[in-house]
């Protein structure tokens, strides 16, 4: 699945989300509403546990031209599981003024549309809103995230990819040093 | 009359809190700072084939920056001469004409009046040739950085830059071919408080940034400020409140920490065939030493810091945008520009390390400066020892306040000259 594909529902007009069972679905689904409380909850270790340390890839695009190759466009946030690990690793530890106090942040997650792409990687999709306060302010967020997941023999779900299609991302934006 | 004195508000070695907290200061700057000076616009690789076009800002004000029929850039203000409507309503694209969409008055892409619909009713009095979208009463660019400003100038752009082409010139020296493309899209922000917080400050950054300086130290990075007498590093304030910060050692270290190894990838070895092929190997070290992080403020509204391009844009005396324009160098192996893309996303945007945390301060000395029983500022960092050269640049080391003193200075000046001029 290649980074920069856009949310397109009429991918999903053919049937292949039809093959997954009720209960397979719903561990996916579980799995993504896990992911969020851990966020929402600040377990940022645990959080970074779920990707997959060789495929990592956390997207959030600018406004503007994108699907964009990355090679010629900025990003808002483009981490590898390196700089995950930094992310991750600065809002823990002291000094991260711009989450000093940290953001609450409560997100809803729609119920996800999911493809398997191949016979161990599924796409889910989904929209969601967060709001996030901190020192005064609350501030709303929406948009459209798609995951890419692998799920090994022993049913073990990991993240390789989260894209984080914001609305209104061109009208400016302030502190996103939370994780979307 | 403003009602204002502006010799009551900043003094050589201070300034007064109200400059950054009071909207009808915040009016002022507008019409004596946005509206009279010369501002940043865009930049040439912007609107690269006929018919391009993007809408920028000056102020408040909507500015059309057009590549005409003929290939030249015309930069127009967005208000149709009829009613006053934006004639323009997208943030960029390609049009011949532009259409106002409310009586479908037309003007072609250089901003003539070719199109009123039902002219009969004007009968003789209309005449389309001086009513063309408003051209601004200066434009011109320096390296393919266009510049407009509203009022007309007594300076030429050239002047008006003064010394800091050269370091306009240093930045986009790393390309082979000597241009920087603005085609990499752009990070929005926006902070609560002032507009001016967005300088050039040399002190801040063991102290805001110290999660960035703890990132580097676990990476086996260099952070902090070294003392190396051979290299000082230097905060220097030119004419017209231009100001620039020099790293000195640090810039030094940048060749031997990610020069050098960038230079070991095989894009990064045809990368420098070239440069070597333009400036030779000595001076080709140089150029990407120092193209690095230019680190340089043009007064009011651009910066140019690391790999980019930053436009200052304040929308009322508490809440201010800052766009960010990462440059591509032209004709440049696309590893290296996709390298650069990455380095700036580590530190800039709102989602970086680094920038966030500069917008956090900024939004804390906001709230600070609501407590104005002591309302001063103190700006004398390093007064004591500022170095004055004969075309009138001022030099420091690069913790004093220099940039801000002479922002001030200018910034003083601007306010204080009558609106009759």
Known sequence: MAIGAHPDPVQFADNRRLSMTEPEYGRFYEYLLVEAEMLDGHHYDAWLALWDPAEARYWVPTAGGDPVSTTEGVSLILDDHARLEERVYRLLHEGAHSQEPRSETARVLGAPTICRLTDDRYEARTAFTLAEARRQRQTMYAGRIAYVLSRDADEQIRILEKSVHLIGRELGIGNLTFIL | MSGINVDDLVRPDKVHSSIFTDPKIFELEMQRIFYRSWAYLAHDSEVPEVGDYVVRSIGRQSVIVTRSEAGEVHVLLNRCRHRGNAVCSLESGNSSFFRCPYHGWTYKND??????????????????????????????????????????????????????????????????????????????????????????????????????????????????????????????????????????????????????????????????????????????????????????????????????????????????????????????????????????????????????????????????LQCDLEPWLLLSRGLHREETLPDGTVVGDITDEVPQRSQMRVWAKAMAEADDR
């Open chain 2, 111 to 368: 901003g003539d009046l070719v199109g009123v619909p039902f002219p009969d009713a004007y009968g003789d009095s209309l005449d389309k040739r001086g009513l063309g979208l408003t051209p601004l009463p200066e434009s011109d660019s320096y390296q393919g950085f266009i510049f407009g400003s509203l009022a007309p100038q007594p300076t030429g752009l050239s002047d008006y830059l003064g010394p800091a082409k050269e370091v306009i010139d240093i930045f986009v020296a790393a390309s082979p071919t000597g241009k920087v493309e603005l085609r990499a899209g752009c990070q929005r922000t926006v902070f609560h408080g002032n507009w001016k917080y967005v300088g050039m400050d040399g002190y801040h950054a063991s102290f805001t940034h110290r999660s960035v300086y703890n990132l580097l130290k676990r990476k086996g990075l260099r952070a902090g400020r070294p003392k190396d007498a051979s290299l000082p590093a230097k905060a220097v304030a030119y004419p017209n409140g231009h100001c620039r910060l020099i790293g000195g050692r640090n810039t030094a270290n940048a060749l031997e920490e990610y020069v050098r190894p960038q230079l070991e990838t095989d894009e990064g070895k045809a990368y420098f065939a070239l440069l070597e092929g333009k400036y030779g190997a000595d001076e080709a070290f140089r150029v990407l030493v120092e193209a690095r992080d230019p680190h340089i403020g043009i007064w009011p509204n651009l910066q140019i810091i690391n790999s980019h391009v930053r436009v200052i844009r304040p929308l009322a005396a508490d809440r201010t945008e800052v766009l960010l324009y990462p440059a591509l160098l032209a004709d440049t192996p696309p590893a290296i520009n996709a390298e650069r893309l990455r380095r700036h996303e580590w530190f800039y945007g709102p989602a970086g390390f680094g920038q966030p945390d500069d917008a956090e301060m900024f939004e804390r000395n906001q709230q600070g």
